[in-house]
Nanobody
Framework: QVQFVESGGASVQPGGSLRLSCAASGFTFSNSAMRWYRQTPGKERELVASISRLGDNINYLDSVKGRFTISRDNRKNTVYLQMNSLKPEDTAVYYC???????WGRGTQVTVSS
């Protein structure tokens, strides 16, 4: 079955960095573009970053441009989100998803607070 296991979330101070990972299984990872989303209580899930199958087409939410970097390793079936210069407004549960599949993982909590 299709699974996404997100990890790497933590509590950090403003200005800190985190690297999120999403291990995917149950489908041909290299055939799917991947996305990172985030969600805070009471709000809709927000698209943060996307990466094409081969990693040659990448897009970001305007508010994270220059701070976040999405990448993937098709040999490891894993997508990453490097987050630098974190701000309190980045606090959310972060999820990964394949663009062509209707499945979600449990997410990983990122909290940015002093």
């Amino acid at each position: 079955q299709v699974q996404f296991v997100e990890s790497g979330g933590a509590s950090v101070q403003p200005g800190g960095s985190l690297r999120l990972s999403c291990a995917a299984s149950g489908f041909t990872f290299s055939n799917s573009a991947m996305r990172w989303y985030r969600q805070t209580p009471g709000k809709e899930r927000e698209l943060v970053a996307s990466i094409s199958r081969l990693g040659d087409n990448i897009n970001y939410l305007d508010s994270v441009k220059g701070r976040f970097t999405i990448s993937r390793d098709n040999r490891k079936n894993t997508v990453y989100l490097q987050m630098n210069s974190l701000k309190p407004e980045d606090t959310a549960v972060y999820y990964c998803k394949a663009t062509n599949l209707p499945y979600w993982g449990r997410g990983t909590q990122v909290t940015v607070s002093s």
